[in-house]
């Protein structure tokens, strides 16, 4: 775990990784976000607040700890939090929406290069370091809300550990549904 809810700390810049951000509710931690390179974390405390999520890593991450020099800094951290905002509301909801594959292969290409646009096919990929880099199924599943066997079924077909052509992939990277495939 980064930080918890409820902490004051500083604000840093995802570098490399991606980091998972969630709610504390009655009922547990609910995921809001993920925070990828580039992306601000803890930006409540630019603004004199402790921190409102929990964050914690999803895949090896680090950070670079920022501390504005002034007044002018501050507000321009602020203005590029707040901008970065709509995308990753964007990527949640591809994580969140659709079939189970297309959530998947939504998620592979956060993890590819972590900012791999919507068009860049999984063929083109290194199938077999994707692989070893992948968080563990429990958390890919939890990530695009579906059970750990059905991401591990997909996964089979979206990342097949046979070397031949992939086949079937690119209806489901290109966002047909996965019965396409």
Known sequence: ???????????WRVQRGIVRLDRPTADGHVLVMLALPGDW????TLCDHPHQWRATAVTPVRL????????DQ???????????LPQ???????????SVA???????????????PAWVRPEAWNVQG?????????????LVDAKHETVCRVLG?????????MTGIVAVAAGASAADV
């Open 1 to 11: 775990m980064l930080f918890e809810a409820g902490e004051r700390g500083g604000c």
């Open 41 to 44: 974390l803890g930006t409540d």
């Open 64 to 71: 670079l700890p920022c501390r504005p020099s002034d007044e």
């Open 74 to 84: 501050r507000r321009a951290w602020q203005v590029e939090a707040l901008l970065q």
């Open 88 to 98: 990753r509301c964007h990527d949640m909801a591809r994580l969140r929406t659709g």
């Open 102 to 116: 297309d959530r998947v292969a939504a998620l592979l290409r956060m993890l590819h290069g972590v900012t791999a």
């Open 130 to 142: 994707l692989r070893g880099a992948l968080p563990p199924l429990r958390v890919m599943a939890d």
């Open 157 to 165: 077909q979206l990342l097949p550990r046979d070397p031949r052509p």
